[in-house]
């Protein structure tokens, strides 16, 4: 098996790594030459044996949009284009419709594993149509970790449905941090509370409350006990915000992760209007002192 | 009609005004000699027609515990204690208890219209027994605004029933300060809209949202277009935080005033725990810088 | 001035009366024939002088699409349409780019105060160019309450920001709407209180929380003191959802209005799979029993 | 080490169980005589060698108040009652000074696990005095998991600290379930997603949101893939209310585990007051039909 990866960031480098640790030939392009296997997209494209498959890597948006339109333009028909990204499910359905009408297929598919995914492997949940993900399987199973494929692997559904899952799936993270987040607040306020970072390291096994991002707090509070220097400022990126809007969209309620997305929009908005309002209304009727900004 | 008002400031002051413009005689005591018309509490009780009643106007807790307590050594068998401040419902039935043991009698009473209440009247929420509200309804007449009594005034309970519907009052004005501030805040941020305060004042006649909330974030507006120089900083009194706390007791969702109650915490919560922390996760599994502090 | 006025049903039949009742000529299409004042769109272009303005009131999406396509064709160069039912601000964009393109003038008008509107006028926030907006004048003069212009009437920005201020406008009235209804439960709830409609009524004069929507709410317990009969079931329109939307286009935080908006979904999501689920974890781990359904 | 345990349902049973497998001599006394070991909790002190240690593992609230105050009479000075149920911090603190009052020791423990923890260990977090917290370490190192004391043992601070943590520990689980519920709906509404059982189960391993719950999780929807017959209601203890409330005292901002509480007792009202209250508020101003219980 020898595909392309277009995109060798943080994720594109180590998932190019990892799979040729697992027996997949690479060739892999990205606009940095420290980290290019090759100067151009066109010989990216040359490198590859036919039918190609090209794993494009790059952030969502308009710039897996455009390069999932550039790359098109040097592929041959029933060649494939996997986007790994984290792109909203209707980009999908677009860029899938654009590629048929060139004779290309498509595939989506959502990775989770961060940073760590090199080492640990990663989750993978694909779209698209049996025959395309069948071929493309030597790929998935040297990416994701070894043992059951079930438990690290998923077919969702057509195109888009990889995505969809992958969104979900971050939804949720945002759910689980903040839940773990409340508590150490609670915990760190508390003066009876003697020891909040080894509150956190006993719960790693044994409670119910055990998790990946539970060790993942641990670690964080054994290289900073008191989290000195972090701002309390917190950036979002897609996923958060279409899982809200899809929880919409479909009449789920979903206050739990919707007050994970809020908290970071709220620690950004640091010269707030709606406090000052409520601060402002609370001096109209009952004359309680403004504090001044 | 002659009653004694413990507490002068910018209620109580208010009230004895009220009152007195409205026939009843009132004779207060305040420990800011500025204000009082008596130099003692002692020399209050003694200027006060028997059976006696003295409106006790001064912050809940601590402070309305001692005066209440004071208040009672000076007072015979028969005389009533109002407690028109805002005290924890619980706070009365204990007075309530005390008082009782000592032959006094006591009501409470929630009093809710600010700074506005000299001018505009007063909304009053009363708890205690039937013959005693009788008895003070020519204060309760005194102070409400003009017009039909059951408009302003209610007799809910027993003792502390007044209380309560204040503590529930002061909740659901949390939720509709907060509602009106968050669309506020959308307003500000949208390019298209070209008049924020405008809009507000467009409202006060016709629409669904009017009310006199919105008739002060209008005032607010016209005052201080842009809430310059207000801080995004929050206080909270009581009754918000008793409001969730009795929503958990008797296990009635409440997400809309707990929302509003904890936006303010967040407003003084600057150096936040759990945003440094959902920030130090967000670095641990996908290598996203933090912002330093 | 002589408008035609396109949906006669609960807003526009009762529009079209108050609009006449203040001197301005309607005609009127309905597909009702009970209501309608001619019997085809052509009949009603043809009644009106030039350049004729046409006030389309339907439901929002695709009717109000399907309305203006077949209207603008009857119009004539400098026609103008104004939209005034409930659409979505980008929707007022798109018909403006299609109607400009045909030479004809558009402005979007929220319109708020219900079945009352009739009555007491209504509140009306606009959309569109300076010159638009002073040729309709006569129009919002006479839907509106009576008194100061500002009061009940704004000119909010380009087209799309009537519907703007509207949709905000309604996410706030869910707020408002969720904040009563929490306090109205907890005090039903609440032993202790033994005048839930009277607690109400006492606030309407005098208080911090009184309002409009609080007379209705207590014009409603006393037609049905227990809401005897009615589902606890709420629908929710577009504005709600849209409202939120927004505020995750602008990060802007909103906590308590979807909360008020997940409320209504969790209200018809009776059989919610996510209490199931959390349901079934508990008994996964603590061998919980799980109710049967 | 031999110490007594009172209390042997689900969790004390197991607990016995396990720390006899980990060579700690266990007399347990329960009322159910199938379970017991001895008749009274006379005969289980009389069974102990002095100084006595006594496991209370019985409900939170009245159950453990009077088991721990019959217990007590029992027990002769320098004997140690550790309560490793879910109390309340605050009932901690007073049990420590009734029986430090008679010459007794006490210890709190909090115990997470369920009934996984026969198998898997507990998690333990503790509070007391270092010197009493070190006499029961061969008990603790019995009940945990093997491996690293640090990683399921905790001595959190002086008594009520254990439970407190414990408190905060079940809170967290309240936000992390109701999370992964909201992510499971989303995924169960959404029709191009065809395998919601296979999505979950492929975030097992390597993907951020893996965890104990989700494995749990992923057993639920083997067993019950839809889960059917499972009512939409969901319980809640002690521990979840009580961390809501300390986020109320320590004024810390806890949206998303207050929503976890909130979903629960939503689940419960199925006839709640504050829809119906909506309901009929849209039925005053927009003449909304209501629909019929």
Known sequence: MHIGMIGLGKMGGNMRERL???????TGYDSNPEV?????VKELVAALPTPRTVWVMVPAGQITDSVIASLSDELSEGD???DGGNSRFTDDERHAQELTAKGLRFLDCGVSGGVWGLEN???????????DVAE?????DALRPEGEREDSFVHV?????????????????????QAYAEGY????????IKDVPGTFKAWQKGTVVRSWLLDLLVNALEENPDLAGVAPWVEDSGEGRWTVEEAIAEAVPMPAIT???????????????????????????????????
């Open 36 to 40: 290019t296997d090759v100067a151009t």
């Open 136 to 140: 493309l399987m030597p790929v998935f």
């Open 80 to 82: 494939l284009i996997i």
């Open 157 to 177: 559904g057509a195109v888009g449905a990889g995505h969809y899952a992958k969104m979900v799936h971050n939804g949720i993270e945002y759910g689980l941090m």
């Open 259 to 293: 007050a994970s997305l809020f908290a970071r929009f709220a620690s950004r908005d640091t010269d707030s209007p709606q406090l000052k309002m409520v601060s402002a209304l609370r001096h109209q009727f009952g004359g309680h002192a403004v504090k001044k900004a």
């Open 185 to 192: 607040e609670l915990l760190e306020r508390k003066d009876i």
């Open 121 to 131: 492997g990663y989750g993978l949940m694909v779209g698209g149509s049996d025959k």
């Open 20 to 26: 040729r640790r697992g027996g997949v030939e690479v």
